[in-house]
């Protein structure tokens, strides 16, 4: 079992920026992929970014755009996801989410029902 916690969400206005944080417990980043998805009130919840095992492939919606970067730290059991020129059609719910020991070090998962554990969310607002 691998219990995920985010954090670092807020109230930002548009155009600035956010850091999320996702602290694991439970089992070790090393065998997980990572994504990042959000769900805003009404919606599907959608792909954000997502980061191998290894640490070293990325993935991104496509309306990130260059805007958003996600890293992890396998030794620290941590994954972030860098936010920039945030929109006000951005502000949702972001939910950190593992996958484990399913996929080769080189794989990035986009698709949430490959996902088995998650995170609480957290709130991530941007003002006009």
């Known amino acids: 079992q691998v219990q995920l916690v985010e954090s670092g969400g807020g109230l930002v206005q548009a155009g600035g920026s956010l850091r999320l944080s996702c602290a694991a417990s439970?089992?070790?980043?090393?065998?997980?992929?990572m994504g990042w998805f959000r769900q805003a009130p009404g919606k599907e919840r959608e792909f954000v970014a997502g980061?191998?095992?290894?640490?070293?492939?990325?993935k991104y919606g496509n309306f990130v755009k260059g805007r958003f970067a996600i890293s992890k730290d396998n030794a620290k059991n941590m994954v972030d996801l860098q936010m920039d020129s945030l929109k006000p059609e951005e502000t949702a719910v972001y939910y950190c989410a593992a996958d484990m020991d399913k996929f080769s070090p080189s794989v990035v998962v986009t698709a949430i029902y490959e996902y088995d554990y998650w995170g609480q969310g957290t709130q991530v607002t941007v003002s006009s």
């Open positions: 980061i191998s095992r290894s640490g070293i492939f990325t």
């Open positions: 439970g089992g070790t980043l090393s065998r997980c992929g």
